[in-house]
T-cell receptor
């Protein structure tokens, strides 16, 4: 089954404790991205990747890191989480970055206390 | 970059009535406009999209219209059903640049 898989689904952590949210897709998509969803703000892009070893900042990259060592995986790293990073996070992939459907993961609800 | 504004933020309709959600965009070079539906607790999923060389597109009860001159596009849902209740997001994209999403519309269909 074609899908984008994120883990974990739910995470509660403390300020400053490094964490990684994993994202994997099995559709051989070139383009992958991370969004955060906050009430009243919609979906805002954090980082994106056009292909392996090619990553770039989205609209709200501060406090986040990503890597794309393999085509299928695109982990999101929070080196020192803060409470303002409490949010619902979605990973998405698409065949290319241009005019193609974005497939979203199930979401990760992160709470930083 | 692109800026997409979406209205209304909430919309309630009676079952069987039509619902219209409107979005405007700022970048006249934007050429791809998808709509995503997000049911409660679920991931966003594409329901329809339109490209700038087309003025209207239909898929059963849903349709999208695009006015490039005015830089706005709309989602129309006819004969609404309770299962249409969800949050709907519009988005705009310019070439190979990123998707910019609107802030969402929570649609409630009242049985």
């Amino acid at each position: 089954e074609a899908q984008v898989t994120q883990n974990p689904r739910y995470l509660i952590t403390v300020t400053g404790k490094k964490l990684t949210v994993t994202c994997s897709q099995n559709m051989n998509h070139e383009y992958m991205s991370w969004y955060r969803q906050d009430p009243g703000l919609g979906l805002r892009q954090i980082y994106y990747s056009m292909n392996v070893e090619v990553t770039d900042k989205g609209d709200v990259p501060e406090g986040y890191k990503v890597s794309r060592k393999e085509k299928r995986n695109f982990p999101l790293i929070l080196e020192s989480p803060s409470p303002n990073q409490t949010s619902l996070y979605f990973c998405a992939s698409s065949l290319t970055g241009m005019n193609t459907e974005a497939f979203f993961g199930q979401g990760t609800r992160l709470t930083v206390v | 970059g692109e800026n997409v504004e979406q209205h209304p933020s909430t919309l309630s309709v009676q079952e069987g009535d039509s619902a219209v959600i409107k979005c405007t965009y700022s970048d006249s070079a934007s050429n791809y406009f998808p709509w995503y539906k997000q049911e409660l607790g679920k991931r966003p999923q594409l329901i329809i999209d339109i490209r700038s060389n087309v003025g209207e597109k239909k898929d059963q009860r849903i349709a999208v219209t695009l006015n490039k001159t005015a830089k706005h596009f709309s989602l129309h849902i006819t004969e609404t059903q309770p299962e249409d209740s969800a949050v709907y997001f519009c988005a705009g994209q310019t070439g190979a640049n990123n998707l910019f999403f609107g802030t969402g519309t929570r649609l409630t269909v009242i049985p």
